[in-house]
Structure formats: structure tokens, C-alpha cells
């Protein structure tokens, strides 16, 4: 019986800010579409979050920051990443991120930029086609 | 398992360099061999025959008692005392999978969040996957890795757990079951259950007050078992209080066990559980191969709801060909 591969995502909130309604919204609907969601918590670097990334063995990370931090966190994951060998995580970014960062993020490495109001599906949709990838 | 062999010839078997990764200490290699074994990936039974010559240096300690007691903060307070003593420690943290939809949210990793970064820890999380008991199938294949990565101690905690699911017992080398204050009144502590298994009690958050009646009743209940009578222990994980008289109660039980050859004894009774459970499974697999191809399963099942045969003569008919085949 070949049981489909669990996708395992990893939802973090890197920096100082400390607002994880959303983050926990988006822990919520992944778990609803059947996915394994680690959750950090707050207040995270990105050292830390490359590390239970890489020990929990997940397909893919989604950042939170609210804080107006996003250019200079969530490119360090990227590059963190790339290091220890683990490219292959997808990184998505999320929260509250003026519309001109958002060709930079992609251009440093990060897959998507989810802004307020995006509908969960089209989130949950994202995590599904990049669990399957990896 | 030979069914992939020919297919993954020319990737130079991945499984033999994993372990090789593993056993010079690569906690990525470790991760990736959890999630072949969790996801019972046909290479998983060769990882696990190759790691487990590796095996046995870890002492497992395991965790249990209802959820929001403080297991994870308390184990995050004993990572933080060993690997100040320059010890090695992996934890596997269990949380429970929704039987509706298959996800989970595992969340014990935000208790642990200041001790995830130290070069000589290792924490994985896992979802129950449909397990009862308190634990996940690969729970503790998973140690058995981390036992391999060179853990000095393995933590593994379980799901909350109510008043039953003390399969960590028949697993673990040691287990600790948490309770707090005020859950309840002296026939609480009287059921069996959960609060027979442990080696040592732990009554945390002793901050909130009125602990003495559940530390009195606990010791009350409690009877030495294997000439070792559980210690009842008052812990805060928010302040650390009572942190080291754990840790001190952990050593003394590993020295208990080696020194009352009841090491072995436990180890021997997990070797046969965990024989019994594998074979359980491909047992369970081959009928279950056996009846989507149609053959017997559908019409042993016509016959049960007709009430023409009972479920019980309907399992022996439908063993019959594995017995036969394994002669």
C-alpha cells in the first residue's frame, strides 16, 4: 500500500516582532489540508530556523514577519540554507511586505510573498505543489 | 525488501551513505534516515539493519503525563543542565495527528526553542500518524538514530496522555510521568493506569501551590517495584526549580538498572515487543495487499454482514495462505 508521503512544512516567525496570529492561521489551514506543521514560535533567528529545518526534514518553510525586518531575515535563511547543503527547502515569505520588496525576495531565493488577504487556499495550494517537488 | 535494487542502481545506494553520515555524527543525515523510517519507505528496513549494529550506548527516558503539564519545558530545562555537563542529547517530541484530516501541528519544539541551536542536541518532532498509545509507529526507530548519531541520553515525550497510553514504559529505560497540582483529588491518583508506569514522578508547576495533597497522595499509592521505590519529585520548569533533583533521579535509576541486571531484562522484553509488532505489521500488509486485489477479503466481508460466519472463523480463513506460504 503506497502511502503518499507526508508533506512537512515549517512555519516560522523570524525577528522581533511578536504577532503570530497569522502565522498561526496559516499552521491551522496547512493541518487542515492534512500536512505536518512544526511550529516554532517567536522570535527566531534564522540560524535557529535553519536548524529545525534541516533536523525535522521539511519541504518547505514559511516565514511571518510583520515587523518591516523582511529584507534583511528572510534572504538569510535562503543563504543559510544553501550552506548547509539544504537548498532544497522552499522558502515562502509572508506578512506585511510593500509591493517593491517583493522582486527582491523573489530574486534572493524566496518562492512567494503571501500579503494580507491572500485566501488560504491558494497558500495551502503552494505548499502542496512544493511538498510534492521536493 | 529487494523490490527497489534494480531501479536505484545507478544513484549508488543513498541508504549506505546516509548511515555512513550518521555515524560520524551529520545531524542532516540523521534527519533524512528519520524520515525514511517514518514514511516506511522501502529502504527504511536496510537503514534500520545497517544503524542497528550502532546501537544500544543512549539511555531513553521517557516522558509522559496529560498535555499542558510542562513536558516539554521541563525536558528543555534537562537538556540545558546535561549539555552544560557536555552531554549529547537527542529528544523526540510526539503530537498527536488528526484522525480527520491526517495533518498535525507539533508545536513541543516552541518549549524548546533556547536549546535547539546547542551543536550537541537534537530535536525531532513527530505526529502519531494514527498510532495509539501515546507514541508514533517510528518513535522508536527514531531513537534507535539518534542512539546511532551518539546521543548520550534520547528524551522521548509522548502525546498527552489521558489515563492509558503507557506504551513508553514497555519502551523506554527509564520513565517519568509529570503531573500537576490540582487535577484532581486522592482517587485520581489511585486508578491504574498511567500513574503505575513510572520510575520517577514528577508533580510540576509547583509554583501555582497547593502541591503537598498530590505529592502525598502520589506517595501513597506508590510501591517499589524491583527494588526501586519511584521517587515523587517537585519541579517549576519556569524557574528551573527542582531541575538538578530530576537529573540527580535519572542517574540514580541508570545505576539501578545496571546494577540489578534489570537493564537487560527490560531490553530483552522491548527485543520481543518490537519483533512481535514488525511481524503484526507485515502480516498486517500482506492481508491487506491481499484483499485489494479482491482475493477472499470482499467475500469473507459478504459473509460476516450476512451473519452466515462470524469475524473470528473469518480471520483464520483469511490467514490461511500466509501460514501456508511461510512453510
Redesign the interface.
Known sequence: ?P?P??I?VLIAKPGLDGHDRGAKVV??A????????????LR??P??IV??A????VDAIGLSCLSGAHMTLFPEVVKLLKK???GNIVVAGGGIIPEEDVPKLKKAGIKVVFGPGTPLRDIVAFFETAGKGA | MPSRKGTAAASRDPVQGLVADLLVGD??A???L??LI???EPEATDALARIHPHTGRAHVVGFTGPPGVGKSSLINRLVRTYSGRGKKIGVVAVDP??PY???????D??RM?DT??DPGV????M?T?GHAGGLALATFDAVRVLDALGMDLVFVETVGAGQSEVEIATRAHTTVVVEMPMTGDAVQTMKAGILEIGDVYVVNKVDLGAADLLVANLKFQLQARDGWTPPVLRTAAVDGRGIEELADALRKHASHLDQTGLRRKRELARARLEILENAQRLLT?RV??DS?SGRGFDRLAEEVAARRMDPHSAAKRLLKPVRRASK
Open positions: 500500500m502511502i508521503k507526508k512537512r499552521a491551522r496547512l493541518r487542515d489540508a492534512g500536512m505536518e506543521v512544526i511550529y516554532t514560535g527566531q533567528t540560524e535557529d536548524e529545525a534541516i533536523q525535522e526534514d548547509r547543503k539544504s | 545531524k542532516r540523521a534527519a533524512k528519520i524520515s517514518e514514511d516506511d495527528t488528526s484530516t491526517g495533518g498535525a501541528v507539533l508545536g519544539r516552541i526553542a535547539g541551536m537534537f530535536i525531532r518532532s505526529a500518524r500488509r491487506a495487499e485489494q
